[in-house]
C-alpha cells in the first residue's frame, strides 16, 4: 500500500525541509529552492504489522512550474499546504495553492492539512488569523519546525494514520493506528524528476 502526499506552499516555506528532516533525519540552512517535482519515500509499519509507502511529493513554490505541479495533483491522495510563520505573505498565498489543489484534483475529499513552519523564529501572522482561516476552511493545523524537528514525523504521521484508514476499507477499522519505521538500510528512495 502507497499513499502520495503531495506539498503545497510558497517557495521558501521549508517544504524540502520538512521532507528531509522526515525522510533522513537532517536540516540544511543552505537549501536550495526545488527545481520541478521531487520524490522521497519512506516505509513504515502499521500497527507493527503491515507495509505501508509513504510517497512524499515535493513541488517547487514558483510560479513558472505550477504547470508541472498541477500535473501531479490529481494523483496524489492527500496534500499539506505549507506556509512559512515568519513570511505573511506565504500564509496569504494559501489561499491560491488551496484553489489550484480544488481545480487540479479529481477528487475533492482528499485528507489536508496546514503546516505553519519555521515555528523556531519570530512570527509575523497573527494567530487569530489563522485560527480564523483554519475555520473557516475546516482544516487541522499544525505548527512546525524542520529546524528543530518540532512535529514533523508527528504530521506526517498523523497524515499517514487518516489516509490508512480512509482507503484502508478492506479491513476493520481501528480507533488506535500506531505507525512505526522499519529497520532502514542506509539508502534513500529520494530523486529528482524534473529539473526545468
Same mark, same amino acid.
Given at each position: ?48 504489522? #503491515? +507495509? ?74 497573527? #494567530? ?20 528543530? +524537528? ?15 484508514? +480512509? ?28 529539473? +526545468?
Amino acid at each position: 500500500m502507497t499513499f502520495k502526499i503531495i506539498t503545497l506552499g510558497d517557495s521558501g516555506v521549508g517544504k524540502t525541509s520538512i521532507i528531509n528532516r522526515y525522510i533522513k533525519n537532517v536540516f540544511d540552512d543552505c537549501i536550495t529552492s526545488t527545481l520541478g517535482v521531487s520524490f522521497a519515500i519512506k516505509e513504515v509499519l502499521v500497527n507493527k504489522k #503491515e +507495509k505501508v509507502r509513504l510517497k512524499l511529493i515535493d513541488t517547487c513554490g514558483q510560479e513558472k512550474y505550477q504547470a508541472l505541479t498541477s500535473s501531479y495533483l490529481k494523483n496524489a491522495d492527500a496534500v499539506l499546504f505549507i506556509f512559512a510563520l515568519n513570511d505573511k505573505e506565504s500564509f496569504d498565498n494559501i489561499k491560491k495553492w488551496m484553489d489550484l489543489f480544488y481545480e487540479k484534483s479529481i477528487i475533492n475529499e482528499k485528507p489536508q492539512m496546514l503546516l505553519g513552519n519555521k515555528s523556531d523564529l519570530p512570527y509575523e501572522i497573527n #494567530e487569530n488569523l489563522i485560527n480564523e482561516f483554519v475555520n473557516n476552511n475546516n482544516i487541522k493545523y499544525i505548527k512546525t519546525s524542520a529546524k528543530n +524537528k518540532i512535529n514533523i514525523n508527528e504530521s506526517i504521521e498523523e497524515m499517514g494514520k487518516i489516509l490508512y484508514q +480512509k482507503y484502508n476499507h478492506s479491513k476493520s477499522r481501528q480507533s488506535k493506528i500506531i505507525i512505526s519505521y522499519k529497520e532502514q538500510k542506509k539508502k534513500y528512495d529520494c530523486f529528482l524528476c524534473a529539473t +526545468k
